[in-house]
Structure formats: C-alpha cells, structure tokens
C-alpha cells in the first residue's frame, strides 16, 4: 500500500508536468533574448501532500487526508512555494550571462498552458520566464517507517511574448534522498516552524534549478 501511495503521489507531479516538451535554448535564440526585459508568471500554489503510514493506510482515500494536512503545514509555517525561488535564481543568472532586465511586474497569471493567455496579458515585447511548481511532498521510507524524505516537480518555459515561441522548456522532479539514516523523523522534519522540511525542500529546489540552469537555459 505504501509503494502504491509513492506513485500516486509521483503521478500526480508527473500529471503537472504533463505536455512540457524537453528544449533546451539553442544557440540561435541567444541573441533574440539578449538585454531583453523579463517577467515571470503566477500559478495557484499546489497541494502539498503529507504523506503518513497512517493516512496511506487508506490508499486514495487518504489523499484528501494527506492534502489537508499537507496544506495545513504550508500555511501555518509560512513555507515558501519552491517557483518562486527557482524563478529568482534563475532570472539572476540570466540577467548575469545573457544581460536579461528582470521587471518587477507580478501581474501576469495562469490557469492553463495556454501561451496565448499568457502573451495577450502583455503589451510590449519582454520575455516571460514560467515558473510553476507542481507539486511538492513529503513521504517515509518504506523500510525505515519512522524517517522522511522531500520531493518537488517543477517545470519551467521561456517565453517570447513578441512572437508567443516556446525559446526553451523542461520540468524537474527531484529524486528522494537515498540515505535514511540521516533523514528526519516526523517530529524532526516539523519542530520549530517546519524549519528541517524548508531546509530539506530547499536542497530539492537548489537541484532543479541547477538542472534548469545547465540542461535548459545553457547556464
């Protein structure tokens, strides 16, 4: 039961990222986003699934268990959505290598993958760097029931918003830590403000971002 609910909860990451297409940014749009302006994109923040023996007991029962809780933990601990900092570190190293001009412009929002919906909320010709989380997560090990690992997803799209061209696209799903030894315990991974589990959902998103950066974004 506990293998099945690490798929559901893979899947439904998985289901997040579905219709990205793996693109890196070719050596011809280089110039086209060289000193352009740039923006990024809002998304709903996602579920964060709270993944306990007890609550996967109930298989997909437990799930909206699994949500609510998971929720729950976010909004008490004030944990921040892994977008919004891969969005910063990767706008920065763009602004660095490709002399990019981030806009402190926070308006434009999704609800779907539609480039068009996002590129008609535009009036000039600045780039739009897409940055959604889908989804985040904590589960137990399955041989080692009291320790705990982190996973997010994320995907991300550089968009020409003069053109609505996909420049460059990928996703990311960080592998859960292998080493259950030196994972934390429940109790562990939520005292003092959740404050392992932010430090534990950082590690992840530092390895997105830096698969962004080297495989998508040529950084």
Known sequence: MFKKLIILALTVGAVGCA????????????????????????????????????????GALGLPAMISAGNKLVEENNIPVPADKIYDELVAAMAKN????????????????????????????????????????????????????????????????????????????SPFPEDADAAPTHDELVANGAERMKLELDKATNYCIAEFKSKTLML
Request: hydrophobic residues 40%; negative net charge; contains cysteine.
């Open 98 to 173: 490709y002399r990019v001009v981030p806009l402190d412009d926070n308006t434009i929002s999704a609800e779907d993958d539609d480039v068009e919906s996002l590129t008609k909320q535009v009036d000039d010709s600045r780039l739009l760097l897409d940055v959604r989380s889908t989804y985040w997560t904590y589960v137990n090990y399955a041989f080692s029931p009291t320790k705990y690992k982190v996973s997010i997803a994320a995907k991300m799209r550089l968009i020409d918003s003069a053109t609505d061209e996909v420049l460059a696209a990928s996703q990311c799903i």
């Open 19 to 58: 219709g990205v297409q793996n693109a890196p940014l070719s050596q011809d749009s280089l110039p086209v986003i060289e000193g352009r302006q740039v923006s990024g994109v809002n998304w709903e923040k996602p579920d964060f699934i709270a993944t306990t023996p007890g609550k996967a007991a109930f």
